[in-house]
């Protein structure tokens, strides 16, 4: 057998720290190592099998559409791709009419930025504290953490920040000059920070009265995640745009961002090659209507509420705090997440960090009780 380690370490790019774990196969919550070591998969590839791995209606959808169609311009109609438009519209909020379909979240990111600038002839933006939007350079600039950005700066200019849930310092970061508002309802890699009812309705009527755009990063909160398909729907306000990907297609690459009529974008304004092509949107087709059938965010609402209320929190000396939204789920520490998760790899369990300090737990939404039970046992035994 090849070394698998040793392949990787001598050709790939080194951006990602490894952990000693050679993956090789998935079903649902559970995945396989080299060496057939079962783990419960509480990342699920950073929140993105919310379906499950290896679901079997995701499979067939895919071998469907690879063996008629695989790559087709967006010049061109296409059947696939039409019926993705026409489910993403009757799943989002009503106002929100148009997607343009992308490789990932970062792309729907950037699109976000240029349309929004395109639709306002403004230049600036706000976005928060801890917020994490993408890594390609428009997102970048409103992502937060210094040791993302300060390697690639000068990034591109016009970008502020402001603390999270501070409706106050939001309005006063507004001039003449900004086109829009980037914000998460619910910040993922800022260690699952809920926005409140209070704030969002204010940022909402800020961005009313100064003629700025809203545009809400669902990147990791939508599609069933939090207990709604979109976390915005907890709290009943509108985006002018919203940014997805991760859960969209069931694990294969793609995202979108989802406009209302505010969005005016002209011909050769943008675009993309691989962006909505037919077998990307067989996999959104039927990854969307698997978390329909299967009433997947109704399942994410009672298994997170039900996971953390396994947690003896009380008792756990190591922890300061659990914040959660159906199945994403952030677990405050008083030191260090990452000796944390390598005892958990160490108990067949594996997780994510949000920050330095936070345990990020992001199952399927297909996982098991009796699977949450076996990391809840656990997580009250090596926190306590």
């Known amino acids: 057998m090849k070394n698998f380690r040793e392949l990787i370490d001598n050709y790939e790019v080194a951006v990602y720290p490894k952990r000693d774990l050679v993956i090789v196969k998935g079903k649902d919550a559970t995945v396989w190592d080299e060496n057939g070591k079962e783990f419960i998969d509480c990342a699920a590839g950073i929140g993105v099998a919310t379906i499950g791995h290896s679901n079997p209606e995701l499979v067939k959808a895919i071998t469907k559409q690879a063996e008629t169609l695989i790559t087709n311009a967006c010049v061109f109609y296409n059947d696939t791709r039409a019926l993705l438009l026409e489910k993403l519209n009757e799943i989002t909020p009503s106002n929100l009419k148009r997607s343009f379909l992308t490789n990932s979240g970062t792309e729907a990111m950037e699109a976000a930025i240029k349309f929004t600038r395109v639709s306002t002839g403004k230049t600036d933006f706000i976005t928060t504290v801890n917020s994490f939007h993408g890594r390609t350079m428009g997102a970048l600039s409103g992502t937060y953490k210094e040791e993302y950005r300060t390697p690639f700066e ?3 200019p016009g970008f502020t920040f402001v603390p999270f849930n501070n409706l106050e310092k939001m309005e006063e970061a507004i001039t003449p000059k900004t086109a829009g508002i980037i914000l998460e309802v ?43 398909m979109f976390a915005i729907n907890h709290f009943g306000i509108e985006a002018d745009i919203i940014t997805v990907a991760k859960g969209i297609a069931g694990g294969f690459p ?131």
Request: charged share 25%.
């Open 254 to 384: 793609m995202g979108a961002a989802i406009c209302s009529d505010k969005v005016k974008i002209g011909f050769g304004q943008h675009g993309t090659t691989f962006g909505g092509n037919p077998l990307a949107s067989a996999a959104g087709l039927a990854a969307i209507t698997f978390m329909q059938k299967a009433n997947l965010a109704k399942q994410a609402k009672e298994k997170g509420d039900y996971f953390v209320s396994k947690l003896n929190v009380d008792e756990l000396s190591k922890v300061r705090e659990v914040r959660h939204k159906g199945l994403m789920i952030g677990i405050e520490l008083k030191e260090k997440v990452q000796p944390i998760l390598q005892q958990l790899m160490e108990e067949n369990i594996l997780a994510m960090p949000a920050g330095k300090i936070v345990l990020r737990m992001l199952p399927p939404a297909v996982i098991t009780y009796e699977q949450l039970d076996k990391v809840a046992e656990v997580l009250n035994r090596i926190l306590k």
């Open 186 to 228: 619910i910040q993922g890699e800022g260690g699952i920070n809920i926005a409140s009812q209070k704030y969002l309705e204010g940022v909402r009527s800020l961005c009313d009265k100064n003629n700025v755009l809203l545009i809400i990063d669902e990147i990791q909160s939508g599609f069933c995640r939090t207990g709604k």
């Open 154 to 156: 000068p990034l591109v």
